[in-house]
């Protein structure tokens, strides 16, 4: 069986490294690369395609959580597991809806980074102790991600689907699955009920800037 391909994500060097110092004592992985920013993820990870991203939240250029839904956007079946040192319940639950397989706390045991890998590989979701939370906020509605906030700002104000992939630079196809999931989200089945819903929580009064 081939080495377990995992790429680290981390502005912080010491960080980076120290992990990949950590991950390289083990048989059956291999770090193909250390970067340290959302944007050069997206660049590259098609090039280096990495069986597992282990991803920091906050880093310049592009943060972890929207590198994670642009990445998912290009690529599904990415298994993205967020390395971060923080633990409040909603940067879990943030991250576990952006498409995250799994969020771990950086002052883990060396052991449980390497449990962590070989779990989501299996294609299950992985949370280490001290990230155990809900997965879907109170009342069980989803929340949109913010990549799904953007997309109904753009339906909300007038484009077409094809329109909203120009602009974004994706794929018809993924702005249909993106507005497939923001109406069964929020339980509207017409685009007249996607702008209402816009004009009602501000979100007309927003941007796309994040991404």
């Given amino acids: 069986m081939s080495n377990i391909r995992v790429l680290i994500v981390d502005d912080h060097p010491m960080v980076a490294d120290g992990i990949r110092a950590i991950l390289e004592t083990y048989d059956d992985i291999e770090v193909v690369e250390t970067l340290?920013?959302?944007?050069?993820?997206?660049?590259?990870?098609?090039?280096?395609?990495?069986?597992?991203?282990?991803?920091?939240?906050?880093?310049p250029l592009l943060g972890g959580l929207s590198a994670t839904e642009i990445v998912l956007e290009q690529d599904p079946t990415r298994r993205i597991l967020i390395l971060s040192m923080h633990d409040a319940p909603e940067y879990?639950?943030?991250?576990?809806?952006?498409g995250a397989r799994g969020y771990i706390l950086k002052d883990v045991p060396t052991d449980e980074i390497y449990t962590a890998i070989l779990t989501?590989?299996?294609?299950?979701?992985?949370?280490?102790?001290?990230?155990?939370?809900?997965?879907?906020?109170?009342?069980?509605?989803?929340?949109?991600?913010?990549?799904?906030?953007?997309?109904?700002?753009?339906?909300?104000?007038?484009?077409?689907?094809?329109?909203?992939?120009?602009?974004?630079?994706?794929?018809?196809?993924?702005?249909?699955?993106?507005?497939?999931?923001?109406?069964?989200?929020?339980g509207i089945n017409s685009t007249a009920g996607l702008t209402r819903y816009a004009l009602e929580h501000g979100v007309l009064q927003g941007t796309g800037a994040e991404f």
């Fill in 36 to 59: 340290c920013n959302g944007q050069e993820v997206v660049d590259r990870v098609g090039v280096l395609d990495p069986d597992v991203i282990l991803m920091d939240l906050n880093m």
């Fill in 92 to 98: 879990v639950s943030t991250a576990m809806r952006h």
């Fill in 120 to 186: 989501v590989m299996k294609g299950e979701t992985y949370l280490c102790t001290g990230a155990t939370v809900a997965l879907t906020p109170d009342g069980g509605q989803d929340v949109l991600t913010a990549r799904e906030q953007t997309i109904l700002l753009q339906l909300a104000q007038g484009k077409s689907n094809k329109a909203v992939a120009h602009k974004l630079d994706i794929s018809v196809h993924t702005v249909e699955t993106h507005r497939k999931n923001i109406k069964r989200k929020l």
